[in-house]
């Protein structure tokens, strides 16, 4: 990553730290168009590239809505989302909407 790019994220988080009171490991929820362009760029786990690219430990989360929205789009983005060792299930509270 560039000097810059590494400089901002840093800055960015830094600020969460301050002001919002995150702390590490931060925990990250990835969504099913995140993982669907890891799986088809064949790009390293998010588990493995995002403490890499924020700087600090991170854990990262699925919901099941996503899960499910993985399964329906195909085998491939099945089997790498349903490796167990790269993300933890997250419970969601879902607002409805009003249609």
Known sequence: MRVKRQREVRRH???????CGFREPFKVVCDGTFLHHVTRLKLSPPAASLPKLLGFPTRVHITRCILAELQRLGTALRTRALQPDSWR??????????Q
């Open 89 to 98: 299930l997250q419970s969601a509270i879902m607002k409805p909407t009003n």
């Open 13 to 19: 988080v830094r600020f969460y730290r301050t002001c």
